[in-house]
T-cell receptor, first 110, second 116 residues
Framework: GNSVTQMEGPVTLSEEAFLTINCTYTATGYPSLFWYVQYPGEGLQLLLKATKADDKGSNKGFEATYRKETTSFHLEKGSVQVSDSAVYFCAQGGSEKLVFGKGTKLTVNP | GAVVSQHPSRVICKSGTSVKIECRSL??????MFWYRQFPKQSLMLMAT?????????EQGVEKDKFLINHASLTLSTLTVTSAHPEDSSFYIC????????????FGSGTQLSVL
């Protein structure tokens, strides 16, 4: 069945460090891919998305490229800030339902 | 952006009691709401899809008599965990869809249920 695998956390970085959170998926067909972010005490929010191969989603300095050949959608940011501390979820959806990864907790220290 | 309010954020109950969790869309009408459950270090797992005015559709392996879902209005869906047991302790989160399209999903902040 469809699944999403993302790197285990927690991830701890210093401010201005480079961030990569790996995400791979298995699916029948070509799902849309998403990154959601959950800040402390808040609900999940859509961070970015890509709907077809080679699409690049971007928002708030974060980027992820839909790679069909490697079935991946890795999240990257060139320079993280303390305010980026949150839990990040990779997800795929080929229909109404979303399949999520386990989430990766990111802590950015000043 | 659109806001989904989920209440309570945390609840502790005794084994055998029932617990109700509310999910409200505050500034939009949600014809469809989803209920997820997350165990520690596990993925968010879809439990059921709730459509306003009709019965919920449960995912395989989810007991519909144990997890009662009511979507009586376009802004409110409730999940009732009946006769709760310690193994029901988990993080429950709802989402509401505004119109059509997966990108118009908005999530509540979740409810941490602990059953003693």
């Amino acid at each position: 069945g469809n699944s999403v695998t993302q790197m285990e956390g927690p991830v701890t970085l210093s401010e201005e460090a480079f961030l990569t959170i790996n995400c791979t998926y298995t699916a029948t067909g070509y799902p849309s891919l998403f990154w959601y972010v959950q800040y402390p005490g808040e609900g999940l929010q859509l961070l970015l998305k890509a709907t077809k191969a080679d699409d690049k989603g971007s928002n708030k300095g974060f980027e992820a490229t839909y790679r069909k050949e490697t079935t991946s959608f890795h999240l990257e940011k060139g320079s993280v800030q303390v305010s980026d501390s949150a839990v990040y979820f990779c997800a795929q959806g080929g229909s109404e339902k979303l399949v999520f990864g386990k989430g990766t907790k990111l802590t950015v220290n000043p | 952006g659109a806001v989904v309010s989920q209440h309570p954020s945390r609840v502790i109950c005794k084994s055998g009691t029932s617990v109700k969790i509310e999910c409200r869309s505050l500034d939009f009408q949600a014809t469809t709401m989803f209920w997820y459950r997350q165990f520690p270090k596990q993925s968010l797992m879809l439990m059921a899809t709730s459509n306003e005015g009709s019965k919920a559709t449960y995912e395989q392996g989810v007991e519909k008599d144990k997890f009662l879902i009511n979507h009586a209005s376009l802004t409110l869906s409730t999940l009732t965990v009946t006769s709760a047991h310690p193994e029901d302790s988990s993080f429950y989160i709802c989402s509401a869809r505004e119109g059509t399209g997966r990108e118009k999903l908005f999530f509540g902040s979740g409810t941490q249920l602990s059953v003693l």
